[in-house]
């Protein structure tokens, strides 16, 4: 059974720092691209960084400089640190786990980040 559980998640003050983790289960982690995304309140979900299974990352412009994500393919693990926080990067952030060929996607269930002061 596959499972991405997301931890890390709260409320934080405008520049602040968060570390968000994703923990993987049930397919063979190494082999997928990992990607965080997140959904603000009546915005549609848009991808925040991706990192490949060689180590190769791509961000959204809205947070390269502030945002980390990293893998350990060890734990099964990906984790996304965050830091200068806005108000504006507040939203419900999901990880997920793809792979082209053959098309496959999974998702976590979410978990809530708010900045605010």
């Known amino acids: 059974q596959v499972q991405l559980v997301e931890s890390g998640g709260g409320l934080v003050q405008p520049g602040g720092s968060l570390k968000l983790s994703c923990a993987a289960s049930?397919?063979?982690?190494?082999?997928?691209?990992m990607s965080w995304y997140r959904q603000a309140p009546g915005k549609e979900r848009e991808l925040v960084a991706r990192?490949?299974?060689?180590?190769?990352?791509n961000y959204a412009d809205s947070v390269k400089g502030r945002f980390t994500i990293s893998r350990d393919n060890a734990k099964n693990t990906v984790a996304l640190q965050m830091n200068s926080l806005k108000p504006e990067d507040t939203a419900v952030y999901y990880c997920n786990a793809a792979r082209l060929v053959p098309a496959i996607q999974y998702w976590g269930q979410g978990t809530q980040v708010t900045v605010s002061s």
């Open positions: 990192i490949f299974s060689g180590g190769i990352t």
């Open positions: 049930g397919f063979t982690f190494s082999t997928y691209a």
